[in-house]
């Protein structure tokens, strides 16, 4: 599990600014990961499609 992958699963319960300081990481960086998430699970998708069908 990365640091992100932490972050993301309890921000609910202790907020994004403390865990990305008790980790080490920038919030920015946190977000920037967040948002590139979803665009590489969309590529992992499409890959996994082609495999498939060639």
Do not use: N
């Not at 319960?13 to 980790?23: N, S």
């Not at 946190?30 to 498939?52: C, K, N």
Request: positive net charge; glycine residues 8%.
């Amino acid at each position: 599990m990365s640091r992100f992958t932490f972050v993301a699963d309890h921000h609910d319960a202790y907020g994004v600014k403390r865990l990305c300081r008790l980790l080490h990481v920038s919030r920015s960086g946190f977000y920037r990961w967040r948002q590139a998430a979803p665009l590489d699970q969309e590529t992992m998708i499409q890959g996994t499609s082609r495999v498939q069908s060639g």
